[in-house]
């Protein structure tokens, strides 16, 4: 052992290798920010279906279109002054239209980890119904896995 290293030994030191350490606190940061990331993606997308789902089974559910309309405007209106423009009466509509198009609560979980809102958007676009097409959705949320996620869930 050199000279230096006894000296810092016997003090009770040791030498700290600096970019190691780093490099160790920088991948937990990233890890950490990364996994922070992914969950407020699925919050969001979870709130989103929840709020579509509930607009649409409280105002727009029997018929009342005509009313749900003037009540959706409204109902846009505040939540737009109270928590900004993603609730705007376009985007309620879409969060209708994502609940209603989007039915199988119990994998929304999984998928909204791996795909983002906008992801979302696409699908209720494509067609009247993405019940035939969860599979494939699931497929590209996870494409190395070749089995959909509610049989990797178990």
């Not at 810092?8 to 290798?17: F, K, N, V």
């Not at 609730?87 to 994502?98: A, C, G, H, K, P």
């Not at 699931?138 to 869930?153: H, R, S, V, W």
């Amino acid at each position: 052992m050199s000279k230096k290293k006894q000296e810092l030994a016997a003090q009770g030191e040791t030498q700290i290798d600096e970019a190691d350490l780093f490099e160790r606190v920088s991948v937990i940061i990233e890890t950490r920010k990364y996994n922070a990331g992914a969950y407020a993606n699925r919050e969001i997308t979870l709130m989103y279906w929840e709020v579509g789902h509930h607009i649409n089974s409280v105002i727009l559910d029997g018929g009342r279109a005509s009313y749900g309309k003037k009540i959706l405007t409204m109902l846009s209106a505040k939540l737009v002054a109270k928590y900004g423009k993603s609730f705007s009466e376009r985007n309620l509509y879409r969060m209708i239209l994502f609940a209603t198009r989007f039915t199988d609560l119990k994998i929304l979980p999984t998928l909204s980890a791996k795909l983002s809102w906008s992801h979302f958007l696409e699908y209720t676009t494509v067609g009247p119904s993405l019940a035939g097409s969860t599979k494939e959705i699931e497929m590209m949320a996870c494409p190395d896995k070749k089995t959909g996620l509610k049989e990797n869930e178990k």
